[in-house]
T-cell receptor, first 111, second 115 residues
């Protein structure tokens, strides 16, 4: 089993739609969680951290479920500019902290 | 100002050649990384350096040799390039393994094509 797994998609949604991505992780000692965004032919950039209580940043909501070992990202009122690949990132303690990137979920938002 | 910069942006070369990619960060971070992103878009860590010392070496062929002259620079030298080395190589920097909330900042990537 991969350390971090995501549905690769692609998710094709119309503008204004709500879309959700899930990401599962295998290491129960995972401590920190993030969502990164990667545009086509660009570098990954931090989108938001994921906190235990869940957190929101504008149209984006991130949630963590430690019992089931998954994190989620919800995008409301999708914009064309949201089209990108969303990477789930998990940090766990292995004597030092190790960062693992998921393979990403591709999102296309269409007019 | 560019936080993490890489050169060159594109690199096209023949099999068997030796090439280098340079990376510099001006964020004052102690840790720098090299990642490889292949055609399937999976981002895999190759190396991590903390204050010029190698921390992570993820089963990378010894044809790949990172060099860190100081904590702001981490260069990647590749000997005897093979077709399978074709990928995008990203440099990144962060506060490092001592921090469980390490956010990484990526360079723009170097697209390597081996012919």
């Amino acid at each position: 089993r991969k350390e971090v797994e995501q549905d690769p998609g692609p998710f094709n949604v119309p503008e204004g739609a709500t879309v959700a991505f899930n990401c599962t992780y295998s290491n129960s000692a995972s401590q920190s969680f993030f969502w990164y965004r990667q545009d086509c032919r660009k570098e990954p950039k931090l989108l938001m951290s994921v906190y235990s209580s869940g957190n929101e940043d504008g149209r984006f909501t991130a949630q963590l479920n430690r019992a089931s070992q998954y994190i989620s990202l919800l995008i409301r009122d999708s914009k064309l500019s949201d089209s990108a690949t969303y990477l789930c990132v998990v940090i766990y303690n292995t004597g030092g902290f190790k960062t693992i990137f998921g393979a990403g979920t591709r999102l296309f938002v269409k007019a | 100002d560019t936080a993490v910069s890489q050169t060159p942006k594109y690199l096209v070369t023949q099999m068997g050649n030796d090439k280098s990619i340079k990376c510099e960060q001006n964020l004052g971070h102690d840790t720098m990384y090299w990642y490889k992103q292949d055609s399937k878009k999976f981002l895999k860590i190759m190396f991590s350096y903390n204050n010029k010392e190698l921390i992570i070496n993820e089963t990378v062929p010894n044809r790949f040799s990172p060099k860190s002259p100081d904590k702001a620079h981490l260069n990647l030298h590749i000997n005897s390039l093979e077709l399978g080395d074709s990928a995008v190589y990203f440099c990144a920097s962060g506060y490092g393994q001592a921090y469980s909330t390490d956010t990484q900042y990526f360079g723009p990537g170097t697209r390597l094509t081996v012919l």
